[in-house]
T-cell receptor
Framework: KNEVEQSPQNLTAQEGEFITINCSYS?????LHWLQQHPGGGIVSLFM???GKKKHGRLIATINIQEKHSSLHITASHPRDSAVYIC????????????FGEGTQLTVNP | DVKVTQSSRYLVKRTGEKVFLECVQD?????MFWYRQDPGLGLRLIYF???????EKGDIPEGYSVSREKKERFSLILESASTNQTSMYLC????????????FGQGTRLTVV
């Protein structure tokens, strides 16, 4: 069993839909990251969370430490949101190392 | 704008060649990382460094070595490239504080033929 599991693996939505991507982890963490990877490879950090909720534009990230679960929401989705979304956790015992989920491929159709 | 820059976007090398992948960051970060990314496996840590001349093995160090002679530069070396090292390679950096963000390079897609 992976330490970090994401669901779904693939998600197709119509423009304007509300999207949720889930991340569950099995270890104690000091922080959780949501990353975005567009075709071509570069990865951008969207959020870093250790508790509660963060919002940036149409993106919202939440984390429940007790349940070891985080969600990334996209409101009013747009085709330019099409990308791979990756959840990564910083294990509280491993310093700066990150453990990654396998990613969720999101496709938003016009 | 903060930056992590990898020297090449695409590389094609022959089996047995020695390959150098370079990564430079301009944020004065202590930590630097090399990952490889393969379909179905996600990102896996090859090596990381938390200071100049310091390095630690990640989860899949076999067939790789690293060099960090200067704080801003972290090099990944494939001593004798093999076809199973065909992959996307990503460099990242972060400050020493474990509560700060990680910043990633644009990736190098390496093909070994």
């Amino acid at each position: 069993k992976n330490e970090v599991e994401q669901s779904p693996q693939n998600l197709t939505a119509q423009e304007g839909e509300f999207i949720t991507i889930n991340c569950s982890y099995s270890v104690g963490i000091s922080a959780l990251h949501w990353l975005q990877q567009h075709p071509g490879g570069g990865i951008v950090s969207l959020f870093m969370l250790s508790s509660g909720k963060k919002k940036h534009g149409r993106l919202i990230a939440t984390i429940n430490i007790q349940e070891k679960h985080s969600s990334l929401h996209i409101t009013a989705s747009h085709p330019r949101d099409s990308a791979v979304y990756i959840c990564a956790v910083r294990d509280e015992t491993s310093g700066s190392r990150l453990t990654f989920g396998e990613g969720t491929q999101l496709t938003v159709n016009p | 704008d903060v930056k992590v820059t990898q020297s090449s976007r695409y590389l094609v090398k022959r089996t047995g060649e020695k390959v150098f992948l370079e990564c430079v960051q301009d944020m004065d970060h202590e930590n630097m990382f090399w990952y490889r990314q393969d379909p179905g496996l996600g990102l896996r840590l090859i090596y990381f460094s938390y200071d100049v001349k310091m390095k630690e093995k990640g989860d899949i160090p076999e067939g790789y070595s690293v060099s960090r002679e200067k704080k801003e530069r972290f090099s990944l070396i494939l001593e004798s490239a093999s076809t199973n090292q065909t992959s996307m390679y990503l460099c990242a950096s972060s400050a020493l504080d474990s509560y700060t963000e990680a910043f990633f390079g644009q990736g190098t897609r390496l093909t070994v033929v």
